[in-house]
């Protein structure tokens, strides 16, 4: 009824039409838009069968054209790229910034803020809604399972950024941008980026970055082995904020307690031990003590501890008396039984499955996450060659999780081919049409890798999951012509004839399927909106791939119909 009004003749006031009425009746405003498209559609049709019987009359050029146009997705190929997930600008920058290993916190308060200064000169005023820092390790521990192990001591922290919701230029362009202006204004500073969004977080499975390269290993060689391999990554093309998570070379005081000495003013090691804590971590770290108040029923920890001003320098501690209780009232200094040395010491120890680890990490710019891991390997592979015994490296991070989709992936995508196949092998009762009918899909790849290449887009999660759509509704078109060519060819029609007609008749619903899948993903296509970039890749996949499929179920799948039957109905003539 909706349709016999809108594309009917035109009515009047009273409801009657102008037919009604006595006068020739005139097609209403979308009935003539619908001539119109159909006197266009009408032409197309004409010059498609026109085409088509030039194709077919051509068999072997066509096959070839056919052959090397599919040919130049795998000649791209290399150029997309992978990743895990597209990239989301969610408008948040997570600096980290380490300074020389043993610097006061006091002292890093105000190297972060030269930085902030620094920060505020890259990014626009106006752009930016919060700056915060993060300096030091909280004294809670229990708060150490809410983050991801970055910060290891008071010389390092996080400088958080928020830029304005409403407009703000690109992350990635203000990070590249701080990636370089912050280390040639700070040489002796350490900076890499960190996931800042949660999907980014949850991705990387707690670690800073994407990419993990652990050595593992009892060795005392793998420190060396370490700092190579990270000058090496360092070089890769693609990968920035290359960094050793641990830190062994923290300036440290080495005491040296002469036992006899000690055991001569009655002490022990553990007795000057204690005492030194206490004077310099308080008496809370060897012997707990609290204060209940009776009014508010709150309890405070009550310590004694050596004022910091007191030990400003090595002398200084020297001069720490030390109790004696065998004698009242009785101290002696700890420089008369102790020697102090200058040293260094790890930060930080990390193990793996009991043995010790060290972790370098390495993000991405300007590439793919699946090329720069690449290169990687090739360098692990190498390096691996002439580790000592029990030592082993391993590439962990989010790039692992990734290899680990594409490969399910890839594996469920060929079973799943595989089984469709054979439920249309079933169905037609041939060998020959189900394949016939997935001549299609590679035109929906080609279309798939050149859409990626052209738009910059790489294969990720999304876009092989449009891939997927793709490939349903090319097959699905497929099947529509080659079933009714067969019926056409069961009717006694040549398979040329038969290809020639189904294609001319098919047409209109095939590229009716077709453009309403293109024109519905156009607006996801174009990412706009908050977090477009996510489904971005699924929609330009759909229309790269739906575009070159839709021209291979009209050509292609046709060609091949009557290269394969035309060859099977002279043999049935040559056998009668």
Wanted: hydrophobic share 45%.
């Amino acid at each position: 009824m909706l349709v016999n009004f809108m594309l009917g003749a035109e009515h009047n006031f009273e409801g009657q039409t102008d037919f009604d009425a006595g006068v020739p009746a005139k097609r209403s405003f979308f009935g003539r838009i619908n001539d119109r498209f159909n006197e266009g559609y009408f032409l197309v049709q004409e010059r498609y069968t026109s085409t088509l019987r030039t194709v077919l009359g051509n068999r072997k050029t066509g096959l070839i054209t056919s052959i090397a146009i599919m040919s130049t997705a795998f000649l791209l190929l290399p150029f997309v790229g992978r990743d895990f997930f597209p990239a989301v600008d969610a408008g948040q920058i997570k600096l980290h910034i380490r300074t020389q290993p043993g610097t006061r916190i006091e002292t890093a308060k105000v190297i972060f803020s030269q930085v902030e200064d620094q920060i505020r000169t890259i990014i626009p005023p106006d752009q930016i809604d919060l700056i915060m820092d993060n300096i030091g390790l909280t004294p809670e521990t229990f708060n150490y399972a809410f983050g991801d192990g970055s910060t290891i001591s008071s010389s390092d922290g996080e400088v958080l950024i928020a830029l304005n919701a409403k407009h703000h230029g690109p992350t990635e362009k203000y990070m590249k941008q701080m990636r370089s202006h912050l280390q040639q204004q700070f040489p002796d500073l350490t900076f890499f980026f960190q996931p800042a969004d949660m999907v980014t977080q949850i991705l990387n499975f707690g670690l800073p970055a994407p990419i993990d390269v652990q050595i593992q290993g009892y060795d005392p060689a793998n420190y060396e082995i370490a700092r190579r391999l990270r000058e090496r990554v360092a070089t890769v093309p693609g990968a920035v904020d290359v960094h050793m998570h641990q830190v062994v070379n923290a300036p440290d005081l080495h005491l040296d307690i002469d036992r006899v000495r000690a055991a001569q003013f009655g002490l022990t090691q553990q007795d000057v031990a204690n005492s030194l804590y206490i004077s310099l971590s308080s008496s809370a770290a060897v012997q707990p003590n609290f204060w209940l108040d009776p009014k508010m029923g709150i309890t405070y920890t009550v310590a004694a501890q050596t004022p910091q001003y007191s030990i400003d320098s090595i002398n200084a501690l020297k001069n720490t008396p030390i109790p004696i209780h065998t004698m009242s009232n009785r101290t002696e200094v700890l420089g008369n039984m102790a020697t102090l040395t200058p040293a260094v010491m790890p930060v930080v120890i990390n193990h793996h499955n009991g043995a010790p680890v060290y972790d370098i990490y390495a993000n991405t710019q300007d590439d793919d996450l699946g090329s720069v891991a690449a290169k990687i390997n090739r360098i692990v592979k190498e390096e691996s060659k002439s580790l000592p015994p029990g030592t082993k490296i391993v590439v962990r991070g989010q790039v692992e999780s990734m290899n680990e989709a594409f490969n399910r992936l890839g594996i469920g995508l060929a079973f799943a081919a595989l089984l469709v196949y054979l439920l249309m092998v079933v169905n037609y009762q041939s060998w020959l049409d189900p394949f016939i009918i997935i001549c299609a899909l590679p035109g929906a790849f080609t279309g798939i890798v050149w859409a990626l290449f052209l738009t910059q887009t790489t294969f990720n999660v999304p876009s092989l999951m449009g891939a997927i759509m793709s490939i349903g509704v090319a097959t699905a078109n497929s099947i529509l012509l080659v079933t009714f060519a067969n019926e056409l060819r069961a009717n006694g029609m040549d398979p040329l004839e038969a290809a020639v007609t189904a294609g001319y008749t098919r047409l209109r619903p095939i590229i009716m399927t077709a453009f309403a899948m293109i024109i519905g993903m156009l607006p996801m296509a174009l990412g706009m909106g908050e977090g477009g970039e996510q489904n971005a890749p699924l929609a330009r996949a759909v229309i790269g791939g739906l575009s070159v499929a839709t021209f291979a179920t009209l050509f292609f799948v046709p060609l091949m119909f009557t290269l394969i039957h035309g060859r099977n109905a002279n043999t049935t003539q040559e056998a009668l």
